[in-house]
């Protein structure tokens, strides 16, 4: 069964230092979304993607955070500047055509420490 | 208001017992409804879409009620493989899911 794969699986970085987790859809898969989860708390929508520009964004997604699909198989989140509350795990996903109504596919993960 | 609430459990049932649980959901203009598991520290994983007919997928029954906005989730015959977080995720046909904080479910033996 095809799946959506995410590298690093963990990423340490300093404070202050850019991040970028890499992510790759399901291929027939047309739109892509990031979520993070903080230790213990629910999963939280960051954005959205589809035809090549953004769909949705959360009031997490502020001017730190953008997403990028640098060809057509790579998904990317950066974070310009880490802070230690960026510490999480973040999940990449995909769902296919039709509509953004379908079941979302979650990668495995990339586990974030901010130090 | 929460956009989707969950009871947390921990919901500890023997082998075999059967676990029923539910969540509601606060925007009435939400299209799609999933549950979704989630085992400690692992990515969701889509268990089952939710229709409003109601539908079934081997020990798993799943319903729909738009009328009082909440959508349940039943497990028959539990086997120690269903101990996770069972998620509540409800799609408003904007793009973004929004997740429940989760069920936690432990089948003990």
């Known amino acids: 069964e095809p799946e959506v794969t995410q590298t690093p699986s963990h990423q340490v970085t300093q404070m202050g230092q850019e991040v970028i987790l890499r992510c790759v859809p399901i291929?027939?898969?047309?739109?892509f979304y990031w979520y993070r989860q903080i230790l213990g708390q629910k999963v939280e929508f960051l954005v959205s993607?589809?035809?090549?520009?953004?769909?949705?964004k959360s009031e997490i997604f502020d001017d730190q955070f953008s997403v990028e699909r640098p060809d057509g198989s790579n998904f990317t989140l950066k974070i310009r500047s880490t802070k230690l509350e960026d510490s999480a795990m973040y999940f990449c996903?995909?769902?296919?055509?039709?509509?953004?109504?379908?079941?979302?596919?979650f990668g495995d993960g990339t586990r974030l420490s901010i130090l | 208001r929460k956009e989707v609430e969950q009871d947390p459990g921990p919901f500890n049932v023997p082998e075999g017992a059967t676990v029923a649980f539910n969540c509601t959901y606060s925007n009435s203009a939400s299209q799609s409804f999933f549950w979704y598991r989630q085992d400690c520290r692992k990515e969701p994983k889509l268990l089952m879409s939710?229709?409003?007919s109601g539908n079934e997928d081997g020990r798993f029954t799943a319903q729909l009620n738009r009328a009082s906005q909440y959508i349940s989730l039943l497990i028959r015959d539990s086997k120690l493989s269903d101990s996770a977080t069972y998620l509540c995720v409800v799609n408003r046909n904007d793009y973004k899911l929004s997740f429940g904080a989760g069920t936690t479910v432990t089948v003990r033996a």
């Open positions: 993607f589809y035809n090549n520009e953004i769909s949705e």
């Open positions: 291929s027939n898969h047309l739109y």
């Open positions: 939710v229709y409003s």
């Open positions: 996903a995909s769902s296919p055509p039709p509509d953004g109504n379908q079941p979302q596919h």
